[in-house]
């Protein structure tokens, strides 16, 4: 089954304690992103990656960073969490076209986070 | 700052009618346009993406692009009690996707 999948689903922790969200796709698309949602304001963009060792920071990337080390894994790393990180995060995948021809994207669960 | 603004809702409609959903965006080199759905406590699914000037149906979902109104719209036809849920529209210029914050929808049976 073609899948994004995130762990953990659920995490609870504590200020300053380094926390990695890992996402995983077995659908060989190139281009991967991870959002966070708050409601109220949507889904925002946190970092994206276009390719192995390729990334670009999002709208929201401060407190965040990623590494795209193989194809199918992009993971998300909190170095010092705050409670403002407190979130639902969606990891996604999808295909790209010609001139960055976006075909959607399937997203993973989510993991919610909450930073106390 | 680019955005999409879509009405927050709840939109509601009785079962069996049109549900028309829109959304407005504000980036003129936005190339794809994409709608997905959000039922509660889960991750948005794509339903539709329109990357040309017009309509484009698939089912009971038909998804309309004005790109000089810079408008997207998205038709439910013979709404169902299952379509209720968030609906997000989407929009796509080179590698960055942009959301908008959802229109709720609530299908009365």
């Known amino acids: 089954e073609a899948q994004v999948t995130q762990n953990p689903r659920y995490l609870i922790t504590v200020t300053g304690k380094k926390l990695t969200v890992t996402c995983s796709q077995n659908m060989n698309h190139e281009y991967m992103s991870w959002y966070r949602q708050d409601p109220g304001l949507g889904l925002r963009q946190i970092y994206y990656?276009?390719?192995?060792?390729?990334?670009d920071k999002g709208d929201v990337p401060e407190g965040y960073k990623v590494s795209r080390k193989e194809k199918r894994n992009f993971p998300l790393i909190l170095e010092s969490p705050s409670p403002n990180q407190t979130s639902l995060y969606f990891c996604a995948s999808s295909l790209r076209g010609q001139k960055t021809t976006n075909y959607g994207y399937t997203f993973g669960s989510g993991t919610r986070l909450t930073v106390v | 700052q680019k955005e999409v603004e879509q009405n927050s809702g709840p939109l509601s409609v009785p079962e069996g009618a049109i549900a028309s959903l829109n959304c407005t965006y504000s980036d003129r080199g936005s190339q794809s346009f994409f709608w997905y759905r959000q039922y509660s406590g889960k991750s948005p699914e794509l339903i539709m993406f329109?990357?040309?000037?017009g309509d484009k149906e698939d089912g009971r979902f038909t998804a309309q692009l004005n790109k000089a109104s810079q408008y997207v719209s998205l038709l439910i036809r013979d709404s169902q009690p299952s379509d209720s849920a968030t609906y997000l529209c989407a929009s796509s210029g080179g590698f960055k996707t942009i959301f908008g914050a959802g229109t709720r929808l609530f299908v009365k049976a």
């Open positions: 990656s276009m390719n192995v060792e390729v990334t």
């Open positions: 329109i990357y040309s000037n």
